[in-house]
């Protein structure tokens, strides 16, 4: 299949058999092609005859037929199985420092090309496009681009702009000189007035020129006072203040000491303000070169095509540059410590946290050279046998040490005994299962993504990108190594590379309350240094370019720039949503249970979902249900341990799980609607999950039956074990996750549902946690007891509260559904003496937990603004308010305007202009509920919470100012097409296919609904934003959520006056209410 030049596009070319040949270019000499039979896909690898760049296309089998839907009831013509189109480029990026350089790059170059001159074409993208993926990730040694779409002409779009981005960016020109300040770092004046200008604001409205604005003092004493500001400089903060991920930064730098991997390439928050910018375009010129750079596309032939060509319309006029790959390239470090390496390092701790919270890590170095794909595997094995299971044997040794002072003791004994005894046949065979398993899955609509990312892993170190991601030869290689040596291979490489290696680093990180204010107090005198050190005309240097940049990110950009960047058409949408197979069944076999059966490609493979209703269980019991879920987990059977039975798991499935679903679901004959619910009719359901091939089916209910009836309750150690690491889990993502909670306690005031949730899962779930492990500890048999009634009460239930979910190819469906009927008729139990009620139709009456719940909402949030105390040097701010009340109608519009200000407002104002490193609108139809989150705010909460305030008028003064409405409606169609395509999304894998549909069905949501609500998305007028912006303005019962440190509280009360109930978690795992304090 090959093109001479660009112009050659005659479709009545012959097509060559799919997978049979490669596509050809001119300018490429093919290094390699295959065809994969791992992925049905033909891998091609390409060199670029001018710079050497090489570009990896993959282009799966189009001859893969979609789901066959005959017979099914509901079905829609618009599912898709076919993978997504994905673009993606890779630089080697070596840092030399922990400036962060690569990682700002890697934000700078995406504002503005030579091609694309707007101040960000990457929003413009996020505001108007169908993608499916558009992000870039900055690596320890690489920095990586990728895009992924459905819609090919949306594809070519993002494809060159990312070309251009890379190749031709504004930072690194005289005219970006502002972007290094704004997505990096830069000084900003404390307390400035909103143009940049200091001192009191004058009346004249701050429109005076540069030339006339003098703050240049006469004495160093009448100084402004700066701060650092800058996106990448407030996202690492945050990074920083997340005590996980910063024991693995400190213990890649110490394990690391000779190469280039002891600098963080995302930036140290101490390190980033040194960055100059002759050191940022510099660091551009020497890694950004076509040469140093590795392609990839995802697609058809014509894609694959496409790509070629409009990469080497790039890359050609760069020529060739052998430096830029040769000085990119990474030196293995060697093993040089002649004893393993033992630190402590604080990190900030919330106050009383006292002498818990300690944290260890040890990591060894493994190899000096390039392993084999075998060996690779192997260590993923082995990972899989030391840690993949709460019952494998350093999970169990870990757990069940209380980590005391001899944790590093433990670990290392555990290793010797492992290397004495090895492994048992049954461990090492359902690992092997499981990870067998996971690599035969079909992936989602992303897997491009995956196979560029996975080639990465090897491709990034002149190796072949082809090996990374083959696994069959490897699979069987490491096959024959077990049937020929059994435990010894793992057993030998526990020995030599881990018990007998000295190159490792053990690295405790201790709780330290008062490193969050000793930091903040460097960071001030690192500031006040420098400012010492400047001249009256660098200060003032530094003060008129705070102003320009201000008045630039202000400046509205010209209609001719505003038309650069790609735009696509309502005609490129799809008119129709997506929808999925779905029949049902009720009272299947007669067992009084309703099937739900999804006929999808699955390769074979059967995913099956079993629920029960949980409503029965009485509302002061909800709280042990995590317990139930975990057991049913984690514990083992009356005639398997726990270690026994997750063994038979992993041989015979692909996986199994419980989880709870508790979800709002709409009122009988709303079904066709879209309006508020009044959040009183839910379902609450377990699910036992699981996915096997079609000649385990027998086996993955087998499994069910198990878990469901005869998994032992009476393991206090497991669950205990289990509780402690959850609630551990759960505090840690408080620091790196605050946006979600904060957002979840907000909206947890305004519906029952809600309340649940957060309840459940939200801030509050950390005191039921720790009265639940309280309640273990106290009476262990009452508890277990408890337990029991519940399972019994819970497989018990009426059959009409249950569901089972059958997802598969129709061969799969025919096989799985013989079987259900066995397990659903005679496995199941039933008690004649004594028939559980029916369960209620939940569409039509209160769920039993509403009335309990809503008494418990009264006193459940001693404030309507609250703050939560976490160590952290960022904010994450949250306010909303009920915006339609229940029963009210909601327009689909009302997604787009939310969309608007997201990707408009939120993202220009709050994150570009103060350096927040996220900024959101959400809305949701559910609850008639509007918020506005940050996530890693560097700013106090009271300012986020005043440009919170401006969100409404600025929609409004855009109407004002014609610029919803100029060019046809060009800004109210750029946001209807972004939101269709978050609405739309990448293409599911069978599984998640299987799931939503069911979900929906659930839901009592109609496809009639889904086609109302695209409609009304694609008929946005100006009037609909004006309509959105005025229930902004007054939205009702308004509330505030914040997550920060407690001086930022302190802070924001002593600047405003305004004080919230501020909770902080103490040592006992309680909540403390500090506003007395505050």
């Known amino acids: ?239 920083y203040s997340d005590p996980e991920g910063l024991i693995d930064r400190i213990s890649q730098t110490l394990l690391f000491p000779d190469n280039s991997y002891r600098f963080d390439s995302g930036g140290d928050p101490a390190v980033i303000p040194t960055l100059t910018r002759d050191e940022f375009v510099s660091f551009y010129k020497k890694y950004y070169h076509p040469t140093n750079s590795r392609l990839f596309v995802a697609g058809d032939e014509s894609d694959v095509y496409h790509a070629l060509s409009q990469a080497d319309r790039y890359m050609s006029p760069m020529g060739y540059n052998p430096e830029s790959r040769k000085d990119s390239a990474i030196v293995y470090q060697k093993r040089t410590f002649h004893k393993p390496v033992f630190e402590r390092r604080p990190y900030a701790a919330a106050p009383g946290e006292g002498d818990s919270g300690f944290m260890l890590c040890i990591t060894w170095l493994l190899n000096t050279q390039p392993t084999t794909s075998m060996m690779q595997l192997a260590w993923i094995v082995l990972d899989s046998l030391l840690l993949g299971k709460p019952s494998s044997p350093l999970t169990k040794a870990l757990e069940d040490s209380n980590l005391g002072e001899s944790t590093i003791g433990l670990i290392m004994n555990t290793l010797h005994k492992l290397d004495s005894d090895g492994f048992s046949e049954d461990d090492i065979a359902s690992s092997m299962n499981t990870i067998e398993f996971s690599l035969r899955e079909g992936g989602g609509g992303l897997r491009g993504m995956e196979i560029f990312l996975g080639a990465l892993s090897q491709w990034n170190y002149d190796q072949s990108p082809r090996e990374a991601i083959i696994y069959e030869d490897a699979l069987k290689m490491l096959k024959d190594e077990i049937a020929r040596t059994g435990s010894n291979l793992f057993q030998q490489m526990i020995r030599d590379t881990l018990i007998s290696n000295n190159h490792r680093v053990s690295l405790e990180l201790y709780p330290s309350a008062n490193l969050e204010e000793e930091q903040l107090q460097d960071q001030k005198i690192q500031i006040s240094t420098a400012q010492s050190r400047m001249s009256d005309g660098e200060y003032q240097n530094i003060i008129d370019e705070g102003i320009k940049l201000k008045q630039l990110q202000a400046m509205e950009e010209t209609p001719e720039v505003i038309a650069s960047n790609p735009s696509l058409s309502i005609s490129d949408i799809d008119s129709t949503p997506v929808e999925y197979p779905i029949h049902v069944e009720d009272n299947f076999a007669k067992s009084g249970i309703q099937l739900v059966l999804h006929e999808v490609e699955s390769d074979g493979i059967a995913y099956v979902d079993f629920g029960l209703d949980v409503s029965m269980v009485p509302y002061d019991e909800i709280v042990l249900l995590n317990s139930l879920v975990t057991l049913l987990n984690e514990a083992g059977t009356s005639d398997m341990n ?255 305007v939310s969309h608007y200000l997201s990707t408009g407002y939120m993202w220009d104002v709050i994150r570009a202009k103060n350096g927040a490193y996220g900024a959101y609108s959400k809305f949701s139809s559910v609850d008639g509920v509007g918020t506005f989150f940050t996530y890693r705010d560097p700013n106090t909460p009271d300012t986020t919470l005043g440009l919170f305030n401006g969100a409404a008028q600025s929609v409004l003064d855009d109407v004002e100012s014609s610029a919803l409405t100029r060019d046809n409606n060009a800004a109210i169609t750029t946001a209807i097409i972004g939101t269709i395509g978050g609405l739309d999304g990448s293409a599911l894998s069978p599984r998640a296919a299987g799931w939503e549909a069911l979900i929906r069905h659930l839901y009592g949501e109609s496809t009639i609904s889904r086609q109302r609500h695209r409609n009304e998305i694609l008929k946005t007028t100006v009037d609909d934003f004006i309509d959105y912006a005025q229930r902004v303005k007054s939205w009702r019962e308004q509330s505030i959520a914040i997550v920060a440190s407690l001086s930022a509280f302190n802070e924001m009360k002593s600047r405003t006056g305004q004080e919230l109930s501020v909770l902080v978690q103490a040592n006992a795992d309680q909540e403390e209410d500090q506003s007395g304090e505050l």
């Open 642 to 896: 726990d270690a026994e039975f997750r063994n038979y798991i992993g041989k015979v499935t692909g996986g199994v799980s419980a989880n709870l679903q508790v979800m709002s679901v709409k009122p009988a004959g709303w079904d066709d609607e879209i309006k508020v619910l009044p959040g009183i009719n839910i379902l609450s359901m377990l699910f036992i999950r699981g996915k096997c091939t079609a000649d385990k089916i027998p086996d993955l209910f087998d499994v069910f039956t198990k878990i469901l009836m005869d998994v032992n309750l009476d393991s206090k150690d497991i669950l205990r074990n289990a509780l402690k690491s959850d609630l551990s889990g759960r505090k840690s993502s408080l620091t790196n996750r605050g946006h979600s909670f904060a957002d979840t306690r907000l909206r947890g005031r305004y519906s029952v549902r809600n309340f649940l949730g957060e309840k459940m899962h939200g801030y509050s779930s950390l005191d039921s946690s720790a009265a639940v492990l309280e309640a273990v500890d106290a009476d262990w048999a009452q508890f277990v007891l408890r337990l029991e009634n519940m399972r019994q009460a819970i497989i018990n239930g009426n059959r009409n509260g249950m569901i089972i979910n059958l997802t598969g190819d129709r061969y799969v469906l025919d096989a799985a559904m013989e079987i259900a009927e066995d397990f659903l008729v005679n496995k199941l139990p039933v008690d004649l003496g004594n028939p559980a009620p029916p369960t209620p139709d939940f569409r039509s009456v209160e769920h039993p937990w509403v009335a309990p719940a809503r008494e418990e909402m009264k006193g459940a949030f001693s404030s309507q603004d609250e703050g939560i105390a976490v160590p952290t040097q960022v904010a994450y701010v949250a306010e909303g308010g009920r915006m339609y009340d229940v029963g009210e109608d909601v327009s689909g519009s009302a997604s787009v």
């Open 1 to 239: 299949y090959y093109f001479n030049d660009g112009t050659n596009t005659n479709n009545s070319l012959r097509r060559p058999p799919p997978g049979a040949v490669g596509v050809g270019h001119a300018s490429y000499d093919t290094i390699e092609s295959t065809f994969i039979e791992e992925y049905d896909a033909r891998l091609t690898l390409y060199k670029h005859r001018s710079t050497g760049a090489e570009f990896l296309a993959y282009v799966p089998d189009s001859t893969r037929k979609g789901p066959n839907t005959s017979g099914n009831n509901n079905s829609g013509g618009g599912y898709d199985p076919k993978p997504d189109k994905v673009f993606g480029i890779a630089f080697r990026t070596k840092p030399s420092s922990s400036t962060g350089v690569p990682h700002i790059l890697e934000h700078s170059v995406l504002c503005g090309s030579r091609k694309y001159p707007s101040r960000d074409p990457f929003a413009y993208l996020l505001k108007g496009s169908l993608q499916t993926f558009l992000n870039a990730f900055t690596y320890p040694d690489r920095t990586v681009y990728p895009v992924a779409s459905r819609n090919q002409v949306d594809f070519y779009n993002l494809m060159d702009v990312y070309l251009d981005a890379v190749f031709h960016p504004r930072a690194v020109e005289e005219e970006g000189w502002w972007v290094l300040r704004q997505e990096g770092w830069r000084y900003d004046v404390v307390g400035a007035n909103e143009d940049g200008t200091v001192g009191d604001d004058e009346s004249d409205g701050g429109d005076r020129d540069l030339a006339d604005v003098n703050y240049a003092l006469d004495s160093m004493i009448n100084r402004a006072e700066f701060e650092y500001k800058g996106v990448v400089f407030s996202e690492m903060k945050g990074a």
